[in-house]
């Protein structure tokens, strides 16, 4: 798993923030969900797939086996199971996402089948008539509606098909009005309105704010530095910001709460002192200034030692 991975996954699984992900996308900002009414459930979804698919042991189905990023249980007040609740990360564009998700619901479902037919099993309760003991679903039992909401961490517009039929070939409509479909559920800053964004409630929203405008230099400028909550944000979600958008961010190690807007002044200064000393290096060069005597004045001008200063040479020496 990749370091884009690891820090999104770890990030979501706070349930502040992942009750805020699904606060904003089902009830637009409104807090209807509660972090603690949201109980952790395992990841793994398994399946055991039709047919003769194993080559060693005729007539054995293999089991498949796939990892969700984050599930979690959402219990009522009155702590009533009310539904299941997935979540997907992307740092790249998917362009079999509704196949991917419908894969992951399916299984969640056919485990709820499962875990039906085995309570009765081993309830032995009242006698299934022939149908409910074919399917081992009794026509009484009920199923657990399961939500995935799928966040794209990058600053690029998603142009990834939403629904199946999106994916679907050239089909007449008459048919295809058949054919089943699925909707991805996304959350993608770049698709997404300032306002839509301010629907957040947790540090999500200075994260996908910051995605955002993460190509509008000037712009995310401007806006740390008039955003309060950059000022004392979050270590993780300033850390998924650094991650996701490459940004090289520098901030004190132990620290619960980064100030975004001294990290960035910082790593303007940098980039401006970075383009000076590429200028200054070029044209020691074109005045035909040996490579060596050119280390001696980048060493000189920007207090550098001779090993760094011998580095940055190298860099744009051509």
Not at 87 to 105: C, T, W
């Amino acid at each position: 798993m990749g370091k884009k991975d690891t820090i999104t996954k770890d990030y979501m699984r706070d349930p502040v923030v992942f009750a805020d992900a699904f606060n904003q996308f089902l009830y637009h900002g409104r807090q209807v969900i509660k972090p603690e009414n949201l109980v952790e459930r395992d990841t793994a979804e398994m399946i055991l797939p039709y047919g003769n698919l194993s080559q060693t042991e005729p007539g054995a189905s293999v089991p498949e086996q796939k990892y969700r990023d984050e599930m979690k249980l959402l219990m009522t007040d009155g702590n009533v199971a009310y539904c299941i609740l997935g979540e997907e990360n992307q740092s790249g564009i998917h362009y079999a996402m509704p196949v991917k998700n419908l894969a992951y619901d399916s299984m969640q479902l056919t485990r709820q089948v499962s875990d039906a037919a085995r309570s009765h099993k081993k309830e032995k309760a009242a006698k299934p008539t022939a149908e409910e003991y074919l399917s081992g679903f009794y026509k009484t039992d009920r199923l657990l509606p399961v939500i995935t909401l799928t966040i794209y961490w990058g600053s690029e517009v998603w142009d990834a098909p939403l629904t199946l039929k999106e994916m679907y070939a050239d089909v007449d409509e008459e048919i295809l009005q058949y054919a089943p479909d699925y909707r991805v559920n996304l959350i993608a800053p770049g698709r997404m309105s300032e306002e839509e964004i301010r629907q957040f409630q947790s540090s999500l929203r200075e994260v996908m704010l910051y995605l955002k405008y993460a190509a509008e230099k000037e712009k995310l400028y401007q806006l740390t530095q008039e955003e309060p909550a950059f000022r004392h944000l979050d270590r993780q979600a300033a850390e998924v910001i650094n991650v996701m958008t490459n940004s090289n961010l520098q901030y004190p190690e132990g620290e619960e709460a980064v100030d975004m807007c001294m990290a960035i002044q910082q790593m303007r200064e940098e980039s401006k002192a970075q383009g000076e000393m590429k200028g200054t290096i070029q044209t020691c060069q074109e005045f035909g200034i040996s490579f060596q005597e050119t280390i001696s004045r980048i060493a000189t001008k920007f207090l550098l030692p001779s090993e760094k200063a011998e580095e940055e040479v190298k860099k744009y020496w051509q």
